[in-house]
């Protein structure tokens, strides 16, 4: 038997622009494409929108969605069953009045962009999210100066935007939205001078909420991120504190755990095909920045640093997921280049003999691994086949000769196995 190191591919520029690029939103579609929206631009008052994705896992080039007369920020995107992608951001019209702007691409192409806050009749919009559901319905939450509003498109009509804040004292921003068959989940930030999570939720009932789910009055907590794990269960992460460490909380709300003692920013979530949460950020955004992958394992939290290759100053992470791991981010080539988006995802490379600490193969249906920890197994599609765990120093595999992924459950090593 021979085993093949399971590691990251080398980071990949894909966007390749002369200006920087501001902030970026990605979604895979059910073909395993991936979809990403972005902004850029040198100055505040010249940024403008993009959108770049992958054809059958081959990079296209990016196109310009939006030329602002001003600008723009906070582009979000959501996908529908087709494949195809639906944008919300925020136009900025002039220095302190931004509106939320809407678009979509359909067989036809891409359709004129929708003024949304003029259409509900408001003053102002200041941030914003979408997410679209496995009934093609469109889901938005976006900001006004003190409220949080959300509103669906079904068909052809928008409906009309519901307080999720409920007037609540201070400042109610930086939403984050994720949906599932069980129903339509909210966070975001609500300043009133500390700034705490809050959440809702839409269910057959209605909405619920809102709910403080960080409940640290005396310490900041920011940057929220939500997500369903393989339940359709949401999951949320934040900053917390003025050391800004990686948080993390799930139903019943009653338990926001601090997973590393250890400054990040930009945290995003996802739980992985055993469905353990995962917590991804940079760490520490200052001096020699990192990308961590926090985990939930059977001991604990642990952490694998993302490899990220030459780039400079790797941030704001966000993950896509089919059978495996898709992260983009951004970074620099060099201390003095423009921020671009680059792309990294698990693979595969090198050949070597296993060594008697990892493994040996003692026959085609038995591994021999020391220790006691559960290893998951994949086949080659990486499709999740069972987890094993070594009983009295053996793994019995019971598979046909073939390649095979292996992944420790405690640390995250990961394995290839060439059965021949």
Not at 388 to 410: A, C, K, Q, S
Request: one cysteine or more; aromatic letters at 14%; a negative charge.
């Amino acid at each position: 038997m021979l085993m093949l190191i399971l590691f990251w591919t080398d980071p990949l520029n894909i966007t390749n622009m002369d200006i920087p690029v501001r902030e970026h939103d990605a979604v895979m579609d059910k073909n395993g494409d991936i979809h990403v929206v972005f902004t850029a631009g040198v100055e505040w008052n010249e940024i403008d929108l993009y959108y770049v994705r992958t054809i059958n896992g081959d990079w296209q080039d990016v196109e310009m969605l939006f030329d602002a007369d001003f600008s723009v920020s906070w582009p979000k995107i959501g996908i529908d069953t087709c494949g195809f992608p639906h944008i919300v951001w925020i136009n900025w019209i002039s220095e302190y009045n931004g509106r939320l702007y809407y678009m979509y691409r359909d067989s036809s192409g891409w359709s004129t962009p929708e003024n949304l806050t003029d259409e509900f009749g408001l003053s102002y919009t200041g941030t914003c999210d979408i997410v679209v559901g496995r009934d093609n319905s469109i889901h938005v939450v976006f900001s006004d100066r003190y409220e949080l509003y959300y509103t669906e498109k079904r068909d052809s009509s928008w409906s009309t935007p519901v307080n999720l804040s409920q007037n609540q004292q201070g400042v109610d921003h930086f939403p984050s939205i994720a949906c599932s068959d069980r129903g339509v989940f909210v966070a975001w930030g609500n300043d009133p001078g500390v700034e705490d999570i809050f959440y809702s939720y839409r269910d057959s009932s209605g909405w619920h909420g809102p709910i403080n789910i960080s409940n640290t009055p005396d310490t900041i907590s920011r940057y929220v991120s939500i997500n369903v794990d393989r339940n359709g269960d949401p999951i949320v992460a934040w900053e917390e504190g003025h050391d800004r460490y990686p948080c993390f909380n799930r139903e019943p709300w009653d338990n926001p755990e601090i997973i590393l003692e250890e400054l990040c920013t930009y945290p995003d979530v996802y739980a992985d095909n055993e469905n353990r949460p995962h917590v991804i950020a940079t760490f520490p955004p200052f001096g020699d920045p990192q990308l961590r992958d926090v985990v939930l394992t059977d001991s604990g939290w642990v952490y694998e640093v993302i490899p990220d290759g030459d780039v400079w100053e790797p941030t704001h992470p966000k993950v896509v997921m089919d059978s495996i791991v898709h992260i983009l981010f951004q970074a620099k080539y060099s201390s003095d280049a423009d921020i671009d988006i680059y792309y990294i995802r698990e693979g595969s490379s090198g050949v070597s003999e296993v060594s008697r600490n990892t493994g040996s193969l003692i026959s085609t249906g038995l591994l021999r691994m020391y220790g006691e920890d559960t290893w998951r197994m994949y086949d080659l599609s990486g499709k999740y086949m069972k987890s094993v765990t070594p009983v009295n120093g053996y793994i019995r595999l019971n598979v046909e000769t073939g390649i095979y992924f292996l992944i420790n459950n405690r640390n995250r090593i990961k394995r290839v196995l060439v059965i021949r």
